[in-house]
């Protein structure tokens, strides 16, 4: 073959994909291995994040939500996870690397009771992750105020999560859903997931203020029957 041949052929045969250019793997397939891979009887914090692996904190902290998008409650699981969340946001608000207490990552689960809620959540979650779109809105997602907001956002969430409304429908479900789209806005570089997480903060805090209210009148009514 002459120079001018073999020149020819290199401009005419495609090269090989990289495997940047490969296509990344979805969300809701990277939980859903996550999910399966939990181990029998009881799982920690330390294994979850394990299983998730060193993809980002808002994948993490994505999963840790997904339990909450159904009504179900598993005691102490607000608080663990909840408690997990707000130290990541803290975290990625400080731009240090991820710490968990060791006795916060030693408490255990039962990982039959997660994983039950876990897949049902995960409808949820796929039908959410379809709302988001990369690079929409994106001066919500740039610039150092912004950015601060935006995980202050994250870090208001999380104490929202850990409210003592467990018992309560839809108490924890919204400042999950409020965490996950502000997760997903993350991930994907999506303004408008952003702002629904901020909306979504806003409906858990206007909710909870009439729990609040409500059971400050009920509270007044039934101390005036009982002195009256």
């Given at each position: 073959?002459?120079?001018?041949?073999?020149?020819?052929?290199?401009?005419?045969?495609?090269?090989?994909?990289?495997?940047?250019?490969?296509?990344?793997?979805?969300?809701?397939?990277?939980?859903?291995?996550?999910?399966?891979?939990?181990?029998?009887?009881?799982?920690?914090?330390?294994?979850?994040?394990?299983?998730?692996?060193?993809?980002?904190?808002?994948?993490?902290?994505?999963?840790?939500?997904?339990?909450?998008?159904?009504?179900?409650?598993?005691?102490?699981?607000?608080?663990?996870?909840?408690?997990?969340?707000?130290?990541?946001?803290?975290?990625?608000?400080?731009?240090?690397?991820?710490?968990?207490?060791?006795?916060?990552?030693?408490?255990?689960?039962?990982?039959?009771?997660?994983?039950?809620?876990?897949?049902?959540?995960?409808?949820?979650?796929?039908?959410?992750?379809?709302?988001?779109?990369?690079?929409?809105?994106?001066?919500?997602?740039?610039?150092?105020?912004?950015?601060?907001?935006?995980?202050?956002?994250?870090?208001?969430?999380?104490?929202?999560?850990?409210?003592?409304?467990?018992?309560?429908?839809?108490?924890?479900?919204?400042?999950?859903?409020?965490?996950?789209?502000?997760?997903?806005?993350?991930?994907?570089?999506?303004?408008?997931?952003?702002?629904?997480?901020?909306?979504?903060?806003?409906?858990?805090?206007?909710?909870?203020?009439?729990?609040?209210?409500?059971?400050?009148?009920?509270i007044q009514k039934a101390w005036?029957?009982?002195?009256?």
């Amino acid at each position: 073959m002459s120079s001018y041949d073999a020149r020819l052929h290199m401009q005419t045969t495609p090269a090989a994909p990289s495997p940047d250019d490969e296509a990344p793997q979805p969300l809701t397939e990277k939980i859903g291995i996550a999910i399966a891979e939990l181990p029998e009887g009881g799982v920690t914090l330390a294994k979850i994040r394990d299983l998730i692996g060193n993809e980002g904190l808002m994948l993490l902290t994505a999963f840790l939500t997904i339990i909450f998008l159904v009504p179900v409650s598993i005691p102490g699981v607000s608080t663990v996870f909840g408690g997990a969340i707000l130290l990541i946001s803290i975290q990625r608000l400080l731009g240090r690397q991820l710490w968990l207490p060791r006795k916060l990552e030693q408490r255990e689960v039962s990982s039959d009771k997660l994983r039950g809620a876990f897949e049902r959540g995960l409808r949820w979650f796929k039908k959410l992750e379809k709302i988001s779109r990369p690079q929409r809105m994106p001066w919500l997602t740039r610039g150092r105020a912004m950015r601060f907001i935006n995980n202050a956002a994250l870090i208001l969430g999380a104490v929202l999560l850990m409210a003592p409304f467990g018992l309560i429908p839809f108490s924890n479900t919204l400042p999950a859903v409020a965490i996950l789209f502000l997760a997903i806005g993350f991930l994907q570089r999506d303004g408008v997931c952003i702002l629904l997480g901020h909306l979504s903060n806003i409906a858990t805090i206007i909710y909870f203020a009439i729990l609040i209210g409500g059971g400050a009148v009920a509270i007044q009514k039934a101390w005036h029957a009982l002195v009256s």
